[in-house]
């Protein structure tokens, strides 16, 4: 990730920085939790298909129905909240250009 090493390099000289190399700085690192929650959403939207394609498979339907848990236990979630970030997940591959 090149963005990381050029903002991590950035932050170590911010003392010599101007508040517009800052701000700059702020941004980059913006961009690249955009893109590590996109890669996260895209993630557990991967793990819903293959969960749903092991059930087409002939396993048991409920290990579709508990993908949601799945997803809270490991990154330690509320059971809603993951209900909600798979819904948000599962939402964007409608839209790819998202």
Not at 6 to 19: C, T, Y
Not at 37 to 63: S, T, W, Y
Not at 68 to 91: C, H, I, P, Q
Request: net charge negative; glycine share 4%; hydrophobic share 55%.
């Amino acid at each position: 990730m090149a963005l990381a090493a050029l903002a991590e390099q950035a932050w170590d000289q911010r003392e010599r920085v101007s508040d517009d190399e800052l701000i700059g700085m702020i941004c980059a690192w913006q961009r690249l939790s955009a893109w590590l929650d996109a890669r996260k959403l895209a993630a557990i939207a991967e793990l819903a298909d293959r969960r749903e394609a092991q059930v087409a498979q002939g396993a048991d339907p409920h290990v579709s129905e508990h993908v949601t848990d799945e997803v809270a236990a490991a990154l330690k979630l509320t059971g809603r909240a993951a209900d909600l970030l798979m819904n948000f997940a599962v939402g964007l591959v409608r839209l790819p250009a998202t």
